[in-house]
C-alpha cells in the first residue's frame, strides 16, 4: 500500500492547457450547399439540394472548415469515386485521411504545448483519440515524430469511439494523471470530413445530414495532477470554455469541449504551471 501511495498523485486531475485548430480555408454554412453539390456535380438533383438547403439552413452552425476546400478539384479529379454514392473509394480515403488528420492534430498539439509553456520532455502520456481514419501503426506514432516526444511516451489510440470520445479520453486523462504521479498526459483528437464524405444519393436522402453538419477540427489538451501552478481566475477559465466550445459544430468536438469543463473531476480547474 505504501508503494502504491507513493506511486499516485496527490491531487486531482487539472486541465493545464487547451489548443485548437483548425484548416486555413472556411466556408459559410449558407454557402454550403450550392459548394456541395457543384463538387460531387449533382445540380442537377433539386430536389436533394432544396433538401440539403433547409438542413444547412437549420442547424445553427454559421460557418465550417474543411481541408478539401484548398485542393477540392484536385482531390476529386484524381479519386473521382470519393464523390460517388456507393463507390469503392477507402484506399483513396485513407490515402487522404493518413496525411491530413494527422496534420491538423500536429497543429493543435503545438498550440497547447506553446500555452503549457513547459518543456516537452515532461509529457509522459499521449492519448489520441479519431473517428476518421485507423492505421497501423497510428497517428499516436506518426505525433511522437512529429513533435519530437520521447519514444518512451507512454500512447494511448482510440479509433471509432464515436460521438461520446470526448468523455472517454478525458476519463482515461484522469486515470492516467492520478495514478501516475508527475504524469502530464497529452491529449490529441483530430477530425477530416472526408472519410464521411459522398455526393448526394436519391435512394437515401439521409447521407445529407452528415454533410450538412460535420467538418475538418482538432483540438488538444494538457491534464496532470499536483501541478506546481497558480490558479487562473473564474474568468480566465470562462474564455478558455468559450474559445474551445465554440470552435466545434460538431458532435465528437462538443464532446470534448463539453467535458473539458467538468468531466475531469468535480473540483478540477484550468490552471497553468509556473
Same mark, same amino acid.
Given at each position: 500500500?505504501?508503494?502504491?501511495?507513493?506511486?499516485?498523485?496527490?491531487?486531482?486531475?487539472?486541465?493545464?492547457?487547451?489548443?485548437?485548430?483548425?484548416?486555413?480555408?472556411?466556408?459559410?454554412?449558407?454557402?454550403?450547399?450550392?459548394?456541395?453539390?457543384?463538387?460531387?456535380?449533382?445540380?442537377?438533383?433539386?430536389?436533394?439540394?432544396?433538401?440539403?438547403?433547409?438542413?444547412?439552413?437549420?442547424?445553427?452552425?454559421?460557418?465550417?472548415?474543411?481541408?478539401?476546400?484548398?485542393?477540392?478539384?484536385?482531390?476529386?479529379?484524381?479519386?473521382?469515386?470519393?464523390?460517388?454514392?456507393?463507390?469503392?473509394?477507402?484506399?483513396?480515403?485513407? +490515402?487522404? *485521411?493518413?496525411?491530413?488528420?494527422?496534420?491538423?492534430?500536429?497543429? &493543435? #498539439?503545438?498550440? @497547447?504545448?506553446?500555452?503549457? !509553456?513547459?518543456?516537452?520532455?515532461?509529457?509522459?502520456?499521449?492519448?489520441?483519440?479519431?473517428?476518421?481514419?485507423?492505421?497501423?501503426?497510428?497517428?499516436?506514432?506518426?505525433?511522437?515524430?512529429?513533435?519530437?516526444?520521447?519514444?518512451?511516451?507512454?500512447?494511448?489510440?482510440?479509433?471509432?469511439?464515436?460521438?461520446?470520445?470526448?468523455?472517454?479520453?478525458?476519463?482515461?486523462?484522469?486515470?492516467?494523471?492520478?495514478?501516475?504521479?508527475?504524469?502530464?498526459?497529452?491529449?490529441?483528437?483530430?477530425?477530416?470530413?472526408?472519410?464521411?464524405?459522398?455526393?448526394?444519393?436519391?435512394?437515401?436522402? +439521409?447521407? *445529407?445530414?452528415?454533410?450538412?453538419?460535420?467538418?475538418?477540427?482538432? &483540438? #488538444?489538451?494538457? @491534464?496532470?495532477?499536483?501541478? !506546481?501552478?497558480?490558479?487562473?481566475?473564474?474568468?480566465?477559465?470562462?474564455?478558455?470554455?468559450?474559445?474551445?466550445?465554440?470552435?466545434?459544430?460538431?458532435?465528437?468536438?462538443?464532446?470534448?469541449?463539453?467535458?473539458?469543463?467538468?468531466?475531469?473531476?468535480?473540483?478540477?480547474?484550468?490552471?497553468?504551471?509556473?
Amino acid at each position: 500500500m505504501e508503494v502504491m501511495h507513493t506511486q499516485r498523485a496527490q491531487g486531482v486531475a487539472t486541465v493545464l492547457a487547451i489548443g485548437t485548430a483548425v484548416p486555413p480555408v472556411r466556408i459559410s454554412q449558407d454557402e454550403y450547399t450550392d459548394f456541395y453539390f457543384r463538387i460531387t456535380n449533382s445540380e442537377h438533383l433539386t430536389e436533394l439540394k432544396e433538401k440539403m438547403a433547409r438542413i444547412c439552413n437549420k442547424s445553427t452552425i454559421k460557418q465550417r472548415y474543411l481541408s478539401m476546400m484548398a485542393n477540392d478539384a484536385e482531390s476529386l479529379r484524381k479519386s473521382p469515386s470519393i464523390s460517388k454514392c456507393w463507390e469503392s473509394s477507402l484506399d483513396a480515403r485513407q +490515402e487522404i *485521411l493518413e496525411e491530413e488528420v494527422a496534420k491538423l492534430g500536429k497543429e &493543435a #498539439a503545438m498550440v @497547447v504545448i506553446k500555452e503549457w !509553456n513547459q518543456p516537452i520532455s515532461k509529457i509522459t502520456h499521449l492519448i489520441f483519440c479519431t473517428n476518421s481514419s485507423v492505421n497501423c501503426p497510428g497517428v499516436d506514432c506518426q505525433l511522437v515524430h512529429l513533435l519530437g516526444l520521447s519514444p518512451t511516451v507512454k500512447r494511448v489510440m482510440l479509433c471509432y469511439q464515436g460521438c461520446q470520445y470526448g468523455a472517454t479520453v478525458l476519463r482515461l486523462a484522469k486515470d492516467l494523471a492520478e495514478n501516475n504521479c508527475d504524469a502530464r498526459i497529452l491529449i490529441v483528437t483530430s477530425e477530416n470530413l472526408i472519410h464521411a464524405f459522398c455526393g448526394p444519393c436519391e435512394s437515401n436522402p +439521409e447521407f *445529407l445530414v452528415p454533410q450538412a453538419l460535420f467538418g475538418d477540427g482538432a &483540438a #488538444a489538451l494538457i @491534464v496532470g495532477a499536483d501541478p !506546481n501552478c497558480k490558479k487562473i481566475d473564474k474568468s480566465y477559465r470562462m474564455r478558455k470554455r468559450v474559445r474551445i466550445s465554440s470552435l466545434f459544430g460538431f458532435p465528437p468536438h462538443q464532446a470534448i469541449a463539453a467535458c473539458s469543463r467538468c468531466a475531469i473531476a468535480p473540483s478540477s480547474t484550468i490552471a497553468s504551471e509556473d
